[in-house]
Nanobody, 123 residues
Framework: VQLQASGGGLVQAGGSLRLSCAAS????????MGWFRQAPGKEREFVAV????????YYADFVKGRSTISRDNARSTVYLQMNSLKPEDTAVYYC?????????????????WGQGTQVTVSS
């Protein structure tokens, strides 16, 4: 299984980015897909998750109302649209896949991980 995250970059506070994660090597629609992030010197933390069908989503409080997770099962791709970005959103963002749970939000629940994409928000 390969998960390829992209779309990160440098953006000013208040700006927007859309992250993408393309999956290959397994049936994409069988997996819940999540986004996590890790800031320098901090542990990796949950950001958002979307169910296999895309009907259900769940967000961490710090992105709720500012971000939207979505998926295109035909393209085997999950997205994270991030708006109103803050400097504290600066981190490496990782996508992950989980075959066993509806809306997993713990790291250990995920089976596969992408390599991460850097998001830097300047003040």
């Amino acid at each position: 299984v390969q998960l390829q995250a992209s779309g990160g970059g440098l953006v000013q506070a208040g700006g927007s980015l859309r992250l993408s994660c393309a999956a290959s090597g397994r049936t994409f629609s069988r997996d819940a897909m999540g986004w996590f992030r890790q800031a320098p010197g901090k542990e990796r933390e949950f950001v958002a998750v979307i169910s296999r069908s895309g009907e259900s989503t769940y967000y961490a409080d710090f992105v709720k109302g500012r971000s939207t997770i979505s998926r295109d099962n035909a393209r085997s791709t999950v997205y994270l649209q991030m708006n109103s970005l803050k400097p504290e959103d600066t981190a490496v963002y990782y996508c992950a896949a989980d075959a066993g749970n509806l809306l997993p939000f713990r790291e250990y629940e995920y089976d596969y991980w992408g390599q991460g994409t850097q998001v830097t928000v300047s003040s």
